[in-house]
C-alpha cells in the first residue's frame, strides 16, 4: 500500500521557519521524482519544488533562494526546509512522487499539511 505522510507544519510568524517532511512507503522510492506542491484558499495547486532521482532539484520563483528541497533514499524521506517565510506562503503543502513510465506517468499524493504563516 502507497503512503505518502506529510509532517511538520504549523502557524510560525513571518520571516520565521519551518521543515517540512515526508515519508514514503509501498513503491521504490529511489526511482521517483519528489515534489511538493501547495494550494492556498481559492486558488490553483502550485508546484513549489522537485527533486529527482539523480537530485536535481528545480523551484518555482517565488520560493528560490528561501525553499530547499532535499531527499533521503535510505530512509526513503522528503524534505523542504523553508526559510524567511511570507504571509503568501500560507496555504497546504502535498507531498508528491511521480515517475514517467511507457504507459504514462504514475504518481501519488499525500494528505496535506498545514502552513500559516502569520504574526
Known amino acids: 500500500q502507497v503512503q505518502l505522510v506529510e509532517s511538520g507544519g504549523g502557524l510560525v510568524q513571518p520571516g520565521g521557519s519551518l521543515r517540512l517532511s515526508c515519508a514514503a512507503s509501498g513503491f521504490t522510492f529511489s526511482i521517483y521524482a519528489m515534489s511538493w506542491y501547495r494550494q492556498a484558499p481559492g486558488k490553483e495547486r502550485e508546484l513549489v519544488a522537485t527533486?529527482?532521482?539523480?537530485?536535481?532539484?528545480n523551484y518555482a520563483d517565488s520560493v528560490k533562494g528561501r525553499f530547499t528541497i532535499s531527499r533521503d533514499n535510505s530512509k526513503n524521506t522528503v524534505s523542504l526546509q523553508m526559510n524567511s517565510l511570507k504571509p503568501e506562503d500560507t496555504a497546504v503543502y502535498y507531498c508528491?512522487?511521480?515517475?514517467?513510465?511507457?504507459?504514462?506517468?504514475?504518481?501519488?499524493w499525500g494528505q496535506g499539511t498545514q502552513v500559516t504563516v502569520s504574526s
Open positions: 508528491n512522487a511521480r515517475l514517467t513510465t511507457v504507459t504514462g506517468p504514475r504518481q501519488y
Open positions: 527533486i529527482t532521482s539523480t537530485h536535481s532539484t
